[in-house]
Each structure stands twice: as C-alpha cells, then as structure tokens.
C-alpha cells in the first residue's frame, strides 16, 4: 500500500524535527562548553576552549574517569560472558524453564534503576557490604548484563541449529562445537553487546547514584554540581563524557569495516 | 538431544540466574522485609508491624504517589501520539532513513540522562538558549517555563521516548502489508485502516512501549529534581528521602514496595501476554 507523496514528505520532516529535538539540549551544553564567561548568558559572546583545559588538568576529574572507566571495563567483560551463555539459554536451547527464564530476564529491564538502585543499596548495608565502585559494578551488571543477553540473543536467534547438529551427527563434542561453531556464530552479537555495555555503564547516573558509597563516577558528579554549587566545568565534563563514547563508537565502526571488508 | 538440550539450557542460564539471584532478588526480599519493620530499625531482628504502610497513608505519602502515577500516565499517553507517525514512517515508509533515525534516537541513549536534562536546562531558562536568541532577535522573552508539572511531564516525554518509539516500530512492522492493501481495495477509510487493522494489529508494540514507559516514568527521579526544582515531590524522591536524609528504612522500603508491587502487577501481566520469540525475530 502506497503512502501518498504528501504523508510521505510529512512524515520525513516530522522524522527530522525529531531529531532537532532530541539533539537540542546537547547543543546547548557543546554551547555552555565553550563560553569564555562564568556565568553562562545566551547568545554567547566570547568563545573560549579554556574550560576544557582545567577539567583535563583537574585531579577530581581524573579520578572520577579513572573510576567510571574501571567500573565500565568490569562490566563490560562479565556482561559479555554472562550474556554469552544467557544468549544460547535464551534463544538456542529447548529447556524446560526456557520461558520463564526468558521472561525473568526482562525484569530488571523494566525496572525504574533508581528505585533498584536504592534497593541494592539497602541489600548492601545489611549484609555489611560498605557501597563503593566495587558494589557499583554490581548494580550496573544486574541492569546491563540482561540488556546484553538480548543483543546476543538476537544474533542466536538468527543462526541455523542444523550447523550444529550436523557437526554433533558428525561426532563432534559439545566443547568442540562450542569452541568450532557457536562462538565464531555468535562472536559479532558478544562484541556488539560490549560496546553497547560499556556504553551503558559509562553513561550511567541512577545506579551509580546510590550504590557508588564514597566514590563517584562522571555522570554522579555532573549530578552534584547540577544540584548545589554549580560549577563552570559541568559543560566541558559533560560533552568529555559524550565525547569519549562517540569516540569509542567510532574506532568500533572503523574497525568493524576493516575486519568485514574483503581483504585485497 | 532433547536431553541434551535440557542440560545444556540449564548450564548456560545459571551465570544470568545467580546474578540476578544477588543483585535483584535478594535486594528485593530485604527491602520487603525490611517494609514490615518498626520505624528506624537498621535490622530485620525485631517484631514486625505494619506502621510504615499506615505512615503512606497518614502522613500523605499517597499523594506524591498519585502525582507520579499521573504524571507517567500522562507523558506515555501523549508519547504514544508523538510516537505512533514517526513509528509508522520507520515501518512503512522511510527505508533509508530508518537506519538513520533508529541510529540517532538509540544514540541519546547512550549520553547520562542527567546531562540530557540538564542540557534543557540550559535551553529553556531564563538567558538560556532559546530565551537569549529570542530576546536578541525578536526582542520577545520566554521565562517560567522551567520548574513547575509541565516541564516534568516534557522532561520524562523526552527521557523515555526511545522506550516508546523502539517497541511501536517493531509492532508496527508486524502488521502485514496484504491486510492493509485489502482493506484499502474494500473501500475502507485511512481512519478505519487504522482503527480496525493498524492498531489491534500493532498492539504486541503498542502494549510494551506502553508500559516500558509507564513504569519508567513512574519510578523516575532525575526529572523532577533537575527540570521540575522539585516543583512536584515525586514518589522516587519520598523513598530517597526516607532511606537517606530521613534514616527511616522500613519507611523507605514500604514506599518502595508499593512502587514494586504496582509495576510488578502491571510488567507480570503484560510480559505473560508477549510472545518473545517472534518479537525477536525467531526463524523456525
């Protein structure tokens, strides 16, 4: 059925004002970043990269990227191992509690993280456990590693389960198969779910919010100083933050094309 | 291979299930235990009583949840109607475009929401970007527009949109182009397309979309207190306030097991209606 040429040209503006409204705010914060003043006013009138310079040489600053990074990298490998194999429990097998696991899984999903986040950090103190970047990466897993579950779990979904039964008819074992077969299959969906949990991790504010005890991550801090003492380096951290995950996603993107591009 | 898919199946899932057997049952159990405590108990060791759940209604907590519940109403009513086009267009219509869409929307995901808030902020007060360009240009000014309900309600609209979009779009594409075509062959109107074969067609997508964003906005936190000013005390911030400043943890976990009951109820009965099989794209 064939949209007129009126809803078609409607629908692409609106699909392109979505976008402006989505990006909007960040321009302002890229804006904020680069004013030369204290006290933020539009339309700016001087442009200054000096705001960057301080957050980069900031000891605070560097401290809260060394402790968002570490929490993201742990993440990020126990979500792809958890994920892995929650993957083929997902999609690939036929197991009793297939469904209810499926359905377990879409919980924490679905959960709002602040109140989660508050749960964890009562769990936490009662058994004694003092909060700190360590119970964060916990926190985070519980949100991310479902997340990343259902990335792999889309590639297992498309895959044939005859390769690996014709290599079981064949006499493979099931490590053989696993290591020869499932792997190799599912190996773009575990490296896609990575990134994205890295992602996630670095970006993430409402878990870490309460769970992160004395220690604080980026988006934590740009919390604080959004709430009470503002201070003319929130912009210029922000987009660092942002910056960096565009950064990452970039190499990502470059690096997939020279790994699925035929070699000459 | 039955059997071994049996064993199989169980092995792998045992990583996922003894994660979330930490990090999400058990910080649930305790905190529904810790609901029956007496007021500012820090151990689940003394006799159990139900006066945190009285305090919700005596001392008015109730309403704060009302005021989140209608606030997550409302944003995920009005983000289905902004929603419902632009799904249609990604579905039916864009083709290129859509990688390009989907690909923009999922990667505000990606950016703190905080910082995304905050960047409104800085868009919408007063010498902030819109306010300062229309003052310099047209010599008009836009102020109050920040804290106060409405700008909550915009704040969780823009937060949870992707929760809304994403999920519309696949149960749009669910609707099979034949249905339509005959339909419009018959002589049906566009808008009794829509009514009689779009929407009950779609609503696997409409239904988690729905209630993805229903749940979030519900328990949301971040957009009251950055864009509202607190403006409106949202529920989250009841049970903050309580497990923090107010070092009254069996208060703030009978406020938290009402949120968790209610979206409990609401996800229980919707993830048992989905089939999520087909909604991933199962072959077979």
Redesign the interface.
């Given at each position: 059925?064939r949209?007129s040429r009126k809803?078609?040209y409607f629908?692409?503006a609106?699909?392109v004002l979505?976008?402006v409204?989505?990006?909007?705010?960040?321009?302002?914060?890229f804006?904020?970043s680069i004013s030369k003043t204290r006290y933020?006013?539009?339309?700016i009138r001087r442009y200054a990269t000096h705001w960057y310079l301080r957050a980069v040489q900031s000891p605070t600053v560097s401290d809260l990227v060394e402790t968002s990074f570490k929490i993201a990298i742990i993440v990020t490998v126990i979500s792809m191992?958890?994920g892995f194999?929650?993957a083929?429990?997902?999609?690939r097998?036929?197991?009793?509690?297939?469904n209810a696991?499926?359905?377990?899984?879409?919980?924490?999903i679905?959960?709002?993280?602040?109140?989660?986040g508050?749960?964890?950090?009562?769990?936490f103190?009662?058994i004694g456990l003092i909060p700190s970047w360590k119970t964060a990466v916990?926190?985070h897993?519980?949100w991310i590693?479902?997340i990343s579950?259902?990335i792999i779990?889309?590639r297992a979904?498309?895959f044939?389960p005859a390769l690996e039964?014709a290599a079981?008819d064949l006499g493979a074992s099931?490590w053989t198969i696993m290591r020869e077969i499932t792997v190799p299959l599912l190996i773009p969906g575990v490296i896609s779910a990575g990134l994205f949990s890295f992602?996630?991790s670095?970006?993430?504010?409402?878990l870490s919010l309460?769970t992160t005890g004395a220690d604080s991550t980026?988006?934590e801090w740009?919390?604080a100083k959004?709430?009470s003492g503002y201070s003319p380096l929130?912009?210029s951290v922000?987009f660092i933050?942002?910056g960096s995950?565009i950064i990452l996603?970039v190499i990502a993107y470059i690096t997939k094309k020279l790994v699925t591009s035929p070699a000459k | 291979m039955e059997r071994l898919d049996k064993k199989l199946g169980t092995i792998t899932s045992l990583p996922m299930i003894l994660l979330l057997a930490v990090g999400f049952l058990a910080p649930l159990v305790v905190v529904a235990v810790f609901s029956i405590m007496p007021p500012k108990v820090f151990s689940i060791m003394n006799v159990p009583d139900f006066s945190a759940y009285a305090d919700f209604f005596q001392q008015g907590y109730y309403k704060s949840l009302l005021w989140s519940v209608a606030m997550a109403f409302i944003s995920t009513f009005i983000l289905f109607l902004i929603c419902w086009p632009l799904a249609f267009g990604m579905a039916k219509v864009f083709g290129k475009f859509t990688l390009v869409l989907t690909i923009a929307v999922a990667m505000t995901l990606i950016v703190s929401e905080n910082i995304r808030l905050f960047g409104w902020v800085l868009t919408l007060m007063k010498g902030g970007l819109i306010d300062g360009y229309l003052r310099t240009w047209l010599g008009l000014r836009l102020e109050g527009v920040l804290y106060n309900g409405t700008i909550i309600v915009f704040g969780l609209i823009y937060v949870y949109f992707p929760f809304m979009l994403f999920p519309l779009a696949q149960g749009i594409a669910m609707i099979p182009e034949d249905a339509r075509q005959a339909a419009e062959d018959l002589g049906a109107s566009p808008f009794r397309i829509l009514w009689e074969i779009d929407l009950p067609l779609a609503s696997p997508g409409i239904v988690v979309g729905s209630l993805l964003s229903f749940v979030l906005a519900a328990g949301a936190l971040a957009e009251s207190k950055l864009l509202g000013g607190q403006a409106i005390i949202v529920f989250t911030d009841e049970v903050e306030t309580a497990f923090t400043y107010g070092q009254n943890w069996p208060l703030g976990s009978a406020l938290a097991m009402i949120l968790i009951l209610i979206i409990g109820i609401l996800a229980f009965f919707t993830i048992s209606k989905i089939d999520l099989d087909s909604m991933m794209g199962r072959r077979r």
């Open positions: 059925m949209s809803t078609v629908l692409n609106y699909g979505v976008i409204f989505l990006y909007l705010p960040l321009v302002s914060v804006f904020a933020l006013t539009f339309p191992l958890v194999f929650g083929l429990a997902y999609a097998y036929h197991w009793k509690y297939r696991f499926q359905k377990i899984i879409i919980l924490p679905f959960f709002p993280q602040a109140v989660l508050l749960a964890l950090l009562i769990w103190n009662s916990v926190a897993l519980v590693a479902p579950t259902l779990a889309i979904y498309s044939d039964e079981r099931t992602l996630l670095w970006g993430n504010f409402p309460f980026l988006p740009l919390y959004m709430v929130v912009p922000a933050s942002i995950s996603l | -």
